[in-house]
């Protein structure tokens, strides 16, 4: 599909997370089937195993469906969805997949589709952000209405998970707002409607890698990240994470490559503190434990004060890892929205 100065908006990009299935399921089947435009999907899925999505989708459509393959030429009227760990990215009238860093704790991730999508086509796309925790696809949103494409969102108050759509709300001058029964006859109309011509403003997308994870602008060849060093760890790797202060929405990236949005970077941080919690009270339980075979030994060969210092030791353990354990157990250190991991999270 190559670029033409006329014409409708013929790629649309979807992203979905908790809930995606049956929300792209009601889009899909009121789509028809002479749809002038290829549609685009990222739902989060667990990256083992085969997905089944294309089969699913494939129910409700009359649109072909299926995964997406590196270096396919796109087509319109067909539903390409994104295989298991693998990123999708499109330019130049084709599909790449790869395995570069995950973005906001997913690969598959919403931005990378929605952001290579609005480099290589402008205004020629739609952004279409669904159901979903966390805030994926806001950044790559926000990159959609830079280049002077369309910003679509599902309606938060009927979504069966509002984080996504009420992010991109909240950070992005979004075009339309609306229910499911309403965005498949949007999106057939903004296909066919010739598009008016506004100016892009892409400044800033050259910074981010490519499709095949490669920085574009010449000062990043080597994989080094733009922006200023925030202070923070990236929970993937360890490596400092740097952002743009004054590029909207707020985004973070480390020098490997992996990405995240606040909210994304908050519940992986709280994945992290918790994990490392758990360690601690693991480590606590085992010095105790220890500590009372010292003890013993201790008080059986008549070292009567050797055995008293490990009784004590072994009691602040012991008292430390009831305590870490009630903190756990009462979930106090969880900040993320709920788990995103998993089919449709």
């Known amino acids: 599909m190559g670029n033409t100065d ?20 009601q889009i899909i089947e009121s789509l028809p089937p002479n749809l002038p ?22 129910r409700w459509s009359c649109l072909p469906v299926a995964h997406a393959e590196e270096d396919e030429v796109i087509q319109p009227g067909w539903i390409y969805v994104a295989p298991p760990d693998r990123h ?12 570069n860093a995950s973005e906001n704790g997913h690969r598959p991730a919403i931005d990378v589709l929605f952001r290579t999508a609005a480099r290589a086509y402008g205004e020629r796309v739609v952004g279409v952000v669904l159901t979903g925790n966390l805030d994926d696809g806001t950044a790559g949103l926000a990159a959609i209405k830079r280049c002077g494409g369309v910003a679509v969102v599902q309606d938060p108050r009927e979504a069966d998970y509002p984080g996504m759509p009420g992010s991109a709300i909240a950070n992005v001058e979004v075009d339309y707002v609306l229910p499911l029964a309403e965005i498949a006859p949007l999106l057939d109309r903004l296909s066919r409607e010739p598009r008016p011509s506004s100016p892009a403003d892409c400044r800033g997308l050259e910074e981010e890698p490519d499709a095949m994870g490669i920085p574009l602008s010449a000062g990043n ?3 080094s990240a733009s922006g200023e060093p925030s202070g923070l760890s990236c929970p993937d790797c360890g490596g400092s994470l740097f952002e743009e202060p004054n590029k909207e929405p707020l985004h973070f990236r480390c020098r490997t490559g992996h990405a ?18 758990w360690a601690a009270l693991r480590a606590l339980e085992e010095n105790a434990v220890l500590c009372r075979r010292l003890e013993k030994r201790s008080r059986k060969e008549g070292r009567q004060q050797a055995g008293g ?5 072994a009691s602040d353990a012991e008292e430390h890892a009831r305590v ?13 929205e709920g788990d995103v991991s998993g089919l449709g999270s």
């Open 6 to 25: 006329k014409g409708g908006r013929d790629i649309i990009v979807i992203g979905a997370s908790a809930g995606g299935v049956r929300a792209l399921g």
């Open 37 to 58: 435009a290829a549609l685009f999907v990222v739902l989060h899925v667990t990256p083992h195993g085969h997905s089944a999505l294309p089969n699913i989708l494939a």
């Open 88 to 99: 999708l990215a499109i330019e130049d009238g084709r599909m790449h997949l790869s395995r």
């Open 221 to 223: 060849v080597t994989g």
């Open 260 to 277: 995240f949005s606040p909210e994304s970077l908050l519940a992986k941080q709280s994945d992290g503190l918790e994990a490392a919690l």
């Open 309 to 313: 210092r490990y009784q004590k030791r």
């Open 324 to 336: 870490l354990r009630g903190v756990l157990q009462e979930g106090g250190v969880g900040l993320g």
